[in-house]
Structures are given as C-alpha cells and as structure tokens.
C-alpha cells in the first residue's frame, strides 16, 4: 500500500504500540500528544501472556521483563484475617501460555515504546498538541490542534484515552464518560516499608464486600504497588491522581487485616493518590471513514480484569498487520475493527462483572485467565 504518513492522536500505551507495529511493517506514522511531555506516570498494571506476544512481535517484550517482576505465586486472602483462600501459579500459566504474567510499573512500559518508536523515527513524536478537530476528504484527513497547527494524513487513530477527544468528535450525540460507582486509591511503597505479610506474599488480591484491594511489587522488587478499589455513592473531583491521605484509605479499609492496615498506613507522605472510576458504553462502530478508534478511547476498560493496557496493546499490533495486509487505507480499518471490535467491546463488559464480584462475595470470580483471554495471539489471529 502507498501511503504517506498515519496520524495517531495520543501517545499512551496504546498509540505508542500502534505507532511501533505501524513502522516496523514500513510505514511513516506521526504521533501527537496533548501533554507538554511525551511521558507516563501512575503507577503498576499487569501485563500478560496474550499482551506480551505483542510486545514481542514490537521487539520489547525482553526490555519489559528486565526492568519489571514476575511473581511466583499469585494469592487471593480473606480480607479481615488473610488467610489464603486461592492461589494461581505463575510458572503454570508460563507452561500453559508460553509467557508468565509480569508486574510492570507503567512509566516503564510506556518507556520501552517510546524509545522504540523514537530510534526509528526521532521526529515522529510530537508533544503539546491537544485536538480540537478533524475534517476528511476523498485523500485523507486533515486534524487541528489548540496551539494553532494541523497535520495532514491518509489516516488518523484515535488513541487518546478513556475521555477521547477524538471520539467525542466523531460520535458528538455519544456519552461523555461518567462515575460508575467506584472510587479507586493508588500507591508506591518502598520494599522495606512494606509489613512481613504482604511482603512474603509478594502478589495478593484481598476481596471484600464492597472494596478490594491489592498489591504486587514492582521493578524487580523495590517497590510495592497498592491499590484499593470501592463502591461509592458519589464521586464530584476530576482528575486520576488526586492527593489523598493515610488516614482516609485505612478508615476506608480498617476492617481489613491488621499487616494490610499496616501496609496503607506505611505510604510515604505524598504517595498516595485516588480517583473516581469513569465508564462508557461500548461504541456500535470503531471506524468513521478513515478514522478509526484504539485502545481506551475505544474501549474504555474499568480495572477488575487487569486487561486495560492488554488489549490497548493487543489494538496497536493488529492494526499494523491489518495495514500491512491490505491494499487501501479503508480495507486496512475494515480488517483492524473486525479483528478487534468483539474482543474489545466483551472484555470491556466482562471487566464490569468481575468487578461486581471482586466485592460481593455471592458471585463467583472469573479471572482473565479462567476466561481464557490469555490464549489470544495478537501475532496470529487473522486479519
């Protein structure tokens, strides 16, 4: 296929990958991002086995693991005493799957990709351009930005998160992302402030009616990833990194087990931050022309699943091998939406029923791995 240059709106973790799998099959990309910086904060995610085949395919799945953890054992405990109800073998899902699930810091995911789509093009990155809007033509389409610029390409993707500008765009009768119902906290402790408990189990999920919360470490160990997540009535703050306190995570969780408790009340000052959860309905189409949405902006994944940068991952690859095995710019979208959109659209539901039962003890859990979703070979399937 003849083409000049893709567009992609967003350089998160998902544009980023399509961006590398796009120029590893020989085409010219252009990467606008809204932030002053091209650059991720937050903190740990899971990627697993059916994420790294494509980070393999993107040559960094090996600089991934490097800088990351790779738990034995994962535990799910009993919240008020943490007794261990349930264990999945990490070395039995490497056996099963190929590859072991890794707990990742974000920042270094997102790092790996950008440095690969930087030493193959230094100036296909461009920071501050947040869009404003598009137009398309028989050729291709031209995207506007705040400060002033266009560019100009025979595509453009739409990867550009849960609150996509690019989607509100396109779909301008659609929804706007709103609360649903969760209220998230996050955190990064240092390994020796972390009590004996979580500290020997490394990786441990602790459900409870209403909330749960777990931890993983992070970067080989040094650091150990928090989370908390529970049902709210109301949620008013914008923002995912909201400054919060000790004390109003533990009163929120001080039924939990006393080394849990000990674990909220150990983060250093400054480290804890929370966020309202924001949901929104699947779209009834991916593509609008030479359009084509990737990643959250299209399926915006609540966190119960651990898949959200999974599948933003598993987008960016497909669409590059949907470009690289079509002859039109239209065929190539055509190929990428139905590859992707059922997976996409069912593992955005089903992390909303696995949230449901991460904090009701009545229903019974269904992991990614008991869903099988981490038999999918972004490599392979056919496009």
């Known amino acids: 296929m003849q083409i000049e240059r893709i567009v992609i709106i967003g350089a998160g973790i998902g544009g980023l990958a399509a961006a590398l799998a796009l120029q590893r099959r ?3 990309v252009a990467v606008y991002e809204r932030g002053a910086e ?4 937050g903190a740990g995610l899971i990627v697993t086995a059916n994420a ?5 395919d993107l ?12 738990v034995p054992v994962m535990y799910t405990c009993a919240y008020d005493t943490g007794r261990i109800v349930r264990e999945i073998d990490n070395g039995e899902l490497a056996r099963r799957h190929g590859l072991a699930s890794l707990q990742v810091h974000r920042a270094d995911l997102h790092e790996v990709l950008r440095a690969a789509v930087h030493a193959n093009d230094p100036v296909a990155l461009h920071a501050g351009h947040e869009f404003v809007a598009l137009e398309q033509d028989a050729a291709g389409v031209t995207l506007r930005f705040a400060n002033g610029a266009t560019a100009r390409g025979e595509v453009a993707i739409g990867a550009d998160g849960n609150a996509s500008a690019v989607r509100s765009f396109l779909f301008p009768g659609g929804e706007a992302p709103e609360f649903n119902g969760q209220v998230a906290y996050r955190a990064l402790v240092p390994m020796d402030l972390v009590p004996p408990l979580p500290r020997r189990l490394e990786m441990g999920m602790h459900p409870a009616p209403r909330r749960y919360l777990l931890h993983y470490p992070l970067r080989g160990g040094r650091l150990m990833n928090v989370i908390g997540c529970g049902q709210s009535d109301s949620w008013a703050e914008e923002g995912w990194a909201i400054p919060a306190t000790n004390e109003e995570f533990a009163a929120a969780y001080g039924d939990f087990s006393p080394e849990i408790v000990a674990l909220i009340r150990a983060i250093p000052p400054g480290e804890l931050f929370k966020w309202g959860l924001r949901d929104r309905a699947p779209l009834k189409t991916w593509v609008v022309g030479r359009v084509a949405m990737l990643g959250d902006a299209a399926h915006p994944m609540t966190p119960f699943l651990g898949q959200g940068a999974c599948i933003a991952l598993e987008d960016g690859l497909v669409l590059g ?7 039109t710019p239209e065929e190539a979208l055509a190929r990428y939406e139905a590859a992707r959109k059922t997976r996409g659209t069912n593992v955005q539901l089903w992390s909303r029923e696995e949230g449901q ?6 229903i019974p859990r269904r992991t990614a791995a008991d869903r099988g979703l981490l038999d999918y070979d972004p490599a392979t399937v056919a496009v």
């Open 26 to 28: 020989g085409f010219r």
């Open 38 to 41: 091209i650059r991720e904060i």
């Open 52 to 56: 790294r085949r494509a980070l393999r």
């Open 59 to 70: 040559g960094v799945d090996d600089a991934l693991a490097a800088a990351s953890s790779c």
């Open 321 to 327: 091998r949907a470009f690289a095995a079509s002859s």
């Open 357 to 362: 039962a991460l904090q009701d003890p009545r």
